[in-house]
């Protein structure tokens, strides 16, 4: 088992940024591909980005790539989001995800089996 907490999430200006984390506890974080996804009131839930067990591939979904990077440090158990440049679109509950090794869909939640319960982001215009 794995145990997903989100924080960092809040209310921004458009234009601004924040940082999203992800602490992670129970079995060994680094063997875990870990993911954030977001979803909007009335919206399906959308892959945002992902990051390998390493660090060292990352992915992202089109509509933030440039303006989001996800990163880990495993000796902190943690996986982050920084999100710059944010738009109202960007408006979500943002969750952390977490699958066992290389997943060959990194984008599709049904990759992963864990999950967080979720930060609310929102984006005034």
């Known amino acids: 088992q794995v145990q997903l907490v989100e924080s960092g999430g809040g209310l921004v200006q458009a234009g601004g940024s924040l940082r999203l984390s992800c602490a992670a506890s129970?079995?060994?974080?680094?063997?875990?591909?870990m993911g954030w996804f977001r979803q909007a009131p009335g919206k399906e839930r959308e892959f945002v980005a992902a990051?390998?067990?390493?660090?060292?591939?990352?992915y992202y979904a089109d509509s933030v790539k440039g303006r989001f990077t996800i990163s880990r440090d495993n000796a902190k158990n943690t996986v982050y989001l920084q999100m710059n440049s944010l738009k109202p679109e960007d408006t979500a509950t943002y969750y952390c995800?977490?699958?066992?090794?290389?997943?060959?869909?990194?984008?599709?939640?049904?990759?992963?089996?864990?999950w967080g319960q979720g930060t609310q982001v929102t984006v005034s215009s």
């Open positions: 995800a977490a699958s066992y090794g290389s997943p060959y869909y990194t984008h599709r939640a049904t990759s992963y089996g864990y």
């Open positions: 129970g079995r060994t974080f680094s063997g875990y591909t």
């Open positions: 990051v390998t067990w390493n660090g060292g591939s990352t």
